[in-house]
């Protein structure tokens, strides 16, 4: 199996999924947002406070070209703007994960932590924005991806199970 390469808008729950399938296929995850903040030794956010979002940018093209060269048969979860980077098709399958954005933030308020959950997401800090965000940003996702998975009001097994039917 080839890398799977998990896309969509933050918060929609990418790692989430990335984590369940690591356990059904026992493959490797690696999620480019730890992999930025291991490369900077700070976190993201600290990262757009300190640099903005160009410079963010730049780094997940590093990234995206590292993973490229190097990384193999690994569940792979992106950051929301990760769709950019010039090389997503080389890196592997592309699976967009769906939801509206109402659907997102309904999940990430459901979360035990929710007000971590928002707080650690900078670009969600104006909810118009992010509206704005989302919409521009959701047919491009569709466009990249070799698979869309719907993952509005289903349960992580059900993304999963589909999900893997899907890539077999």
């Not at 792979?76 to 399958?93: A, H």
Request: net charge positive; aromatic share 8%.
């Amino acid at each position: 199996m080839t890398n799977l390469v998990l896309i969509g808008f933050m918060g929609v729950g990418k790692g989430t999924v990335a984590r369940e399938l690591i356990k059904e296929t026992g493959k490797f995850g690696v999620d480019c947002d730890d992999l930025i903040e291991s490369m900077e030794n700070r976190k993201i956010k600290a990262i757009f406070e300190a640099n903005g979002e160009d410079y963010f940018r730049n780094l997940e093209k590093q990234t995206a070209q590292w993973l490229e060269k190097n990384v193999k048969n690994t569940i792979i979860s992106t950051g929301g703007g990760f769709y950019k980077v010039d090389n997503l098709n080389k890196i592997g399958k592309v699976i967009y994960l769906k939801s509206s954005f109402d659907g997102i933030i309904s999940r990430l308020k459901a979360q035990p932590n929710s007000e971590k959950k928002l707080a650690k997401r900078p670009l969600l800090k104006d909810m118009k924005k992010a509206t704005e965000l989302f919409n521009q940003r959701a047919p491009i996702y569709e466009e990249k991806a070799d698979i869309i998975i719907d993952v509005e009001n289903k349960s992580l097994q059900i993304v999963v199970k589909e999900l893997l039917e899907l890539v077999k």
